[in-house]
Structures are given as C-alpha cells and as structure tokens.
C-alpha cells in the first residue's frame, strides 16, 4: 500500500557530501512524518533525521550541523542532505514513512536501503 524509492547513495570521500532523496507512492493517507534511519555494519538501526507533515524536525547529535532533512507534502517526497560526512557515517540508509494521528503511529513502512560509504 505505500512504496519508497530510494535514491542518491554511493561512495564519497571524507569531507564530502551527498543528498539522499525518498519518493514515496501508494496510499498517502495520515502520513504523520517521513524520516532517515541508518544501519551501520555490526549496529542496529538507529534514527538520522525525521521530519513531520507540519516541518518540525529531528536529529540524531551525530549528525547535527551536518545533515539537513527537508520534505515536500505535495509530493510526498523527503530528502537527506549530508555535508562533511565522516567514515562512521557509513551505513545503509532507510527511508521511512510513518502513518498516525497524534501519538497513535498505525505504520511504518520502509524502503530497500542505500548504502553511503564515506573511506578515503
């Protein structure tokens, strides 16, 4: 019932940048927020930066500085920009929609992953 297609990862130098975009399709009813979630070889997967259908924000202290999420409700696609990446950035990165109203969350939904790898 909803999709994600992911798009932008691949192998940069420390220092560097990538933009990771996210388009999602399928029923977009009660989309609450849509967000970035990271799995770094050996780890769990941990919370980058979600973004709320209102713009409000939130980022993992790793990140903070550096990365920017931004979304477009109309087109119900999320963007990650990330500058001065570092090596412990590396990791397959999850798109993520998540439907609810208030605090009730109904589901999830996730992408296939992309992987940013960030080596010299």
């Known amino acids: 019932q909803v999709q994600l297609v992911e798009s932008g990862g691949g192998l940069v130098r420390p220092g560097g940048s990538l933009r990771l975009s996210c388009a999602a399709s399928g029923s977009m009813f009660n989309v609450n927020a849509m967000g970035w979630y990271r799995q770094a070889p050996g780890k769990g997967r941990e919370l980058v930066a979600t973004i709320t259908s209102g713009g409000s924000t939130n980022y993992a202290d790793s990140v903070k500085g550096r990365f920017t999420i931004s979304r477009d409700n109309t087109k119900n696609m999320v963007s990650l920009q990330m500058n001065g990446l570092k090596p412990e950035d590396t990791a397959v990165y999850y798109c993520?929609?998540?439907?609810?109203?208030?605090?009730?969350?109904?589901?999830?939904?996730w992408g296939q992953g992309t992987q940013v790898t960030v080596s010299s």
């Open positions: 993520n929609l998540r439907k609810g109203s208030g605090s009730y969350i109904s589901g999830d939904y």
